[in-house]
């Protein structure tokens, strides 16, 4: 099931808010009960056979969470953590790279039997999200949890199960036994959901109609240098509209149930640096591995080649993260190497090349990185990285102009909605203070954010779909 289908939209959800909101407040427990079933029932919607994972994940760390905790020895407490990482990445490993991995040995001419494996929804998110658990605990950030219920609701909340953001425990433990429900967060929550769903209806998949005229025509006459740059340009808005569409409705849905879930984009296309790129895209994954492998493994208190070992091995680490594929792996040390000349080499002198220059710079290496990203094999990527540069079939404007032409206001939509207005409205409201103004705006905003629910919705019912681009991962 998912968040852009009119099962969730007319069935799911408002069945979730009717059980649940019937349970006084004083209930909590049994709003708990309630969520988590529905999470469950959420999850086995699409494949019932992938929810022995689900419920693996969670007595897994449940388990080890009771022997990593502050009353246990130092031993127990690096077993059961020990226990805890072998385990989760061992079944991440079994069902995610096993193919991959046999089909490198047998590339190598090394005979072992193909692997093919159904990569279940989410297993990514929900893993990092159980070790969280776990991590937390056997640092001190999060105390124990006797109950596994709670455990259970933590790793499987529908809201953010199966495309992230990446949730850490440390960050919604009193959440889960403790919250508040208001009008007021259940409201914001339902702006936040409507805004998300018109943008991914709206602007992610009018953008990937375009990615795929592209792609589609890597290694062909077809695939001209002016439509090389249209694609990925749009999948550059793509990817970023349909991700961040999702971290919207998850974040807003979390809200209408009391949760405060982080934010995971700070508009990335304004980044005048790699570095700072990645501290706007995805925060949860990027911090995920900063705090769980980078700082463990050293982080920057270590020798130079030791920090440039420890950054290209957690990039490579991020490029496997989001899919078994030669492309994510070449894309992950791409970025590695990126950073690290940033970090090394041009470190002093960044600061002293005009700021839109190096946004542009920027701007352009997060696109050839898109290439990686999108292309079905690194000899694709090639195909397309030659088409880019004019080396294939040159700078032919026919198709290029047609499909400017049929996208015009989509496209428009798309760069418009990069600027960073959700900071400024926000600005707006603090100087408004509590005045007529400021309930202006957000009538204004909540408006807007119905308007384009409902011709968003239009376009749902009238057929038009396509899956998340991160429930591949």
């Not at 879930?261 to 304004?270: C, G, I, K, M, T």
């Amino acid at each position: 099931m998912v968040f852009t289908s009119i099962t969730f939209l007319a069935l799911f959800l408002p069945a979730f808010l009717a059980v649940y909101y019937l349970i006084p407040q004083k209930h909590l427990a049994w709003r708990n009960a309630v969520l988590l079933v529905f999470s469950v029932i959420f999850y086995s919607w699409g494949g019932v056979r992938y929810l022995g994972l689900l419920l693996f994940s969670v007595t897994v760390n449940y388990l080890s969470g009771l022997f990593v905790g502050p009353e246990r020895g130092l031993r127990i407490r690096k077993a059961g953590l020990t226990l805890s990482i072998v385990l989760n990445l061992a079944v991440l490993c079994v069902f995610k790279y096993a193919g991959f991995i046999s089909s490198v040995f047998r590339g190598a001419g090394i005979m072992v039997p193909q692997v093919s494996i159904a990569l279940p929804i989410g297993i990514s998110f929900y893993t990092f999200q159980g070790m969280s658990y776990v991590l937390d605990v056997y640092r001190g950030k999060a105390k124990v949890s006797r109950n596994p219920l709670t455990v259970a609701l933590y790793i499987s909340l529908f809201p953010q199960l199966v495309a992230g953001p990446i949730v850490r425990y440390a960050d919604v433990a009193n959440e889960l036994t403790a919250r508040e429900h208001t009008i007021g967060c259940f409201a914001s929550g339902t702006v936040r959901f409507m805004l998300g769903f018109a943008k991914k209806l709206l602007l992610a998949d009018a953008m990937g109609a375009i990615t795929d005229r592209a792609f589609l025509r890597t290694g062909t006459e077809l695939l001209t240098l002016p439509l090389s740059w249209i694609g990925i340009v749009a999948f550059a808005l793509q990817i970023y509209f349909d991700f961040s569409a999702y971290s919207d409705m998850a974040i807003g849905l979390g809200r209408m149930a009391g949760f405060h879930f982080s934010e995971n984009f700070r508009d990335p296309y304004l980044s005048a640096s790699v570095t700072e790129f990645w501290r706007r895209w995805h925060i949860s994954l990027s911090t995920w591995f900063r705090d769980y492998v980078y700082i463990p493994l050293g982080g920057n208190r270590c020798t130079k080649p030791r920090q440039a070992f420890n950054l290209l091995l957690v990039w490579t680490l991020t490029g496997l993260w989001h899919g078994a594929n030669w492309t994510f792996l070449a894309w992950g040390v791409y970025y590695g190497v990126l950073i690290l000349i940033e970090k090394f080499v041009i470190r002093d002198r960044i600061d002293k090349i005009p700021g839109w220059i190096r946004h542009l710079l920027t701007m352009l290496l997060v696109l050839f990185g898109w290439v990686f990203f999108r292309a079905d094999s690194i000899t694709d990527a090639c195909v397309y990285f030659r088409s880019m540069f004019g080396m294939n079939e040159g700078a032919k404007w026919g198709e290029a102009v047609y499909v400017l032409r049929e996208n015009v206001w989509e496209i428009f939509a798309s760069f418009l909605f990069l600027f960073p207005w959700k900071q400024k409205i926000m600005q707006w409201n603090e100087a408004l203070g509590e005045g007529k103004g400021r309930a202006a705006i957000q009538i204004l905003i909540t408006v807007f954010s119905v308007a384009a629910f409902i011709v968003a919705y239009g376009k749902l019912a009238s057929g038009s779909f396509s899956p998340f681009i991160y429930f591949q991962f």
